[in-house]
């Protein structure tokens, strides 16, 4: 004994006194964070750049508020592939890769029963409200469309979120909730343990499943009752500021922009009347979706009693307009530049009202995206830049796929679907012919990638058994890829080539690649103990999860494999 503590005492000798003290300094200086809430912004399809183009004409109370009192990551991306709404979604709120959290596209081909399965959907706990599902004849996502109930949970969530860790860290009495238009960015920040709620199209309202109440709260029944869809009746979606101040002021009517009927592409859109088809739908591709989504949070704050005593609260808002408007009218449009101001009204509007009952002094504020997106190929081929389509459907029937069939002996059922972004085989008919499950990827795989607009097709086998090199692309399919979930061949395309159709409706953008454009969004973090500052290194959106656990003291979620965005680790 009296050795080792002599070895100590010779080892502390060793460091140097400078390198003593700032350890000892740290250890005595470094406070974990206990706000009363934490606040998570997501906003759906915020690429990063979006933000700095707008900045000066923001208002002092939205976006402003994060980036001069924040800590304000520029260079923050996701590292998975398929940049899609659950995806993104799961992994900010999880710190876990789409391989380990299971979320590994919006949709994917459920082996067991052989259909597609829309990833939060669980016909064991359909939404409170009757007839508040999606109606798959007006329903415009193509996504909500694959679901075959009305039913959602967070079952097939795999791994532990952050919200679910701030919980069991804080006990029962802590409360978490969610609020999103989208059902996917509400329950995949919500967790196994808090509240989701979100915005049914075929009501005009919010709403939820079994999995989270057996019946309604009295504040929720009673935020219905005052209809919150019908405010919008019979309105436009106006410019909020002068047209002459607008970027895009003389580039509203684009060709290339979808022209919904009724909506139209120029200024002002008509939401028509509440009884209308696709009114609902209209306030979801314009600011009002984030309006009503914010008045939501504020009632979920009212009546739920969030930030007012010691036991700190956790709530999600997840801004789904930015998404829609990007689909239907491409990131580069007056549409996009008035959603953007708009919304940070919208932001400055939930943060006064944040201040003036709990005190942003008081709360934590992240804000980030769940995946960035592609300029419009129209935008694009109007500059000069080169775009084009691809059409995986007929993929099947290229020649050299033809020849592939002939030589396994397999006709048509050889490729059983194409659903981004896999390539689904027939493994039961592979396996019975006597053929290779791996073989058979690799050769289709080959040729798939020698196709125009193909960058790469990857087997799934080949990526697991190490077979493929370790370029970052090829990383991010792996990082993308569940054994149970994943296709057998991922598709990446080039660079602005795109998938034109989503679900028969030509839309002006699709986001869902592993290029930059897509993966590349904000991360900002403001509220007590976070420094104001600007940090240019690279960071990913697996880091933000691990952080908030680790500002706390909570474990990690179980799945994360992010790093400590060391920044914002405050010694006063
Ligand atoms: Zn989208």
């Given amino acids: 004994m009296r050795f080792r503590v002599l070895f100590l005492y010779v080892f502390l000798l060793a460091i140097p006194a400078s390198q003593q003290a700032t350890s000892q300094s740290r250890s005595q200086e470094f406070h974990h964070i206990r706000p009363r809430l934490i606040l998570q912004i997501t906003v759906d399809q915020l690429r990063s750049d979006l933000v700095w183009r707008y900045e000066d004409r ?37 710190g876990a890769d789409p391989s380990a959290h299971g979320m590994i596209g919006n949709v994917w081909l459920d082996r067991a029963t052989g259909t597609l399965r829309y990833n939060i959907e669980d016909a064991r706990y359909p939404i409170l409200t009757a007839g508040a599902g999606v109606d798959q004849a007006t329903e415009l996502d193509p996504t909500q469309r694959a679901a075959r109930s009305d039913g959602r949970s967070p079952s097939a969530i795999q791994v532990s979120t952050f919200s679910d860790e701030f919980r069991l860290f804080y006990g029962k009495e802590s409360k978490v909730f969610a609020v999103s238009v989208k059902d996917r960015g509400a329950v995949s920040m919500a967790g196994h343990m808090g509240k989701a709620f979100w915005f049914s199209k075929q009501k005009g309202e919010f709403v939820t499943s079994k999995y989270y109440y057996d019946e309604y ?49 120029i200024f002002p859109h008509e939401f028509g009347d509440s009884d209308g088809k696709y009114f609902t739908t209209f306030l979801t591709l314009s600011p009002a979706g984030d309006q009503m989504t914010a008045d939501f949070a504020r009632a979920i704050l009212t009546n739920e009693h969030l930030g007012e005593d010691e036991i700190p609260d956790y709530l999600s808002v997840s801004f789904s307009s930015t998404d829609y408007v990007g689909h239907i009218f491409g990131p580069s449009s007056l549409e996009a530049e008035d959603n953007i101001l708009q919304l940070d009204k919208t932001l400055a509007g939930l943060f006064d009202f944040i201040d003036e009952t709990i005190g942003l002094q008081n709360t934590l504020i992240i804000l980030s995206a769940d995946h960035g997106g592609p300029e419009a190929p129209g935008y694009l081929t109007e500059l000069g830049f080169d775009t084009d389509y691809i ?3 007929e993929f099947d029937r290229a020649p050299a796929i033809e020849a592939l069939k002939k ?27 006597g053929l290779d ?19 790469v097709a990857i087997s799934s086998t080949a990526l697991t058994e190490g077979l493929v090199p370790g370029y970052p692309i090829l990383k991010a399919v792996l990082r993308n890829f569940s054994p149970s979930r994943s296709g057998d061949i991922y598709v990446v395309f080039e660079p602005n080539r795109f998938i034109n159709d989503f679900d028969g409706l030509n839309v002006a953008a ?63």
């Fill in 391 to 393: 059409h995986p459907d």
């Fill in 437 to 455: 499950q791996g073989e058979v990827e690799s050769a289709i795989a080959a040729e798939v990638t020698k196709f125009d607009g193909v960058a």
């Fill in 510 to 572: 699709t986001h869902g690649s592993p290029w930059r454009y897509d993966t590349h969004v904000p991360l900002m973090m403001a509220g007590p103990g976070i420094r104001s500052q600007f940090v240019s290194r690279h960071v990913e959106t697996v880091d933000l999860a691990r952080t908030l656990s680790l500002l706390i003291g909570a474990k990690v979620p179980s799945g994360a494999v992010g790093k400590p965005l060391v920044e914002v680790f405050r010694t006063p």
């Fill in 58 to 94: 923001f208002g002092e109370g939205g976006f402003r508020r994060l980036i001069d009192g924040g800590t304000v990551y520029l260079d923050a991306h996701h590292g998975h592939a398929n940049t899609e709404t659950i995806v993104g979604h799961t992994t900010l709120s999880t």
């Fill in 217 to 265: 709260p009295g504040w929720v029944v009673e935020h219905n009752d005052g209809r919150p869809a019908e405010a919008f009746s019979n309105i436009t979606w106006d410019l909020l500021h002068d047209r002459a101040t607008y970027r895009f002021r003389d580039q509203d009517d684009r060709p290339y922009e979808t022209s919904l009927p009724g909506f139209g592409r």
């Fill in 407 to 433: 030589q396994f002996g397999i006709g048509d059922e050889l490729i059983t679907t194409y659903y981004h972004p896999y390539l689904y085989l027939n493994r039961d008919l592979i396996a019975a012919r």
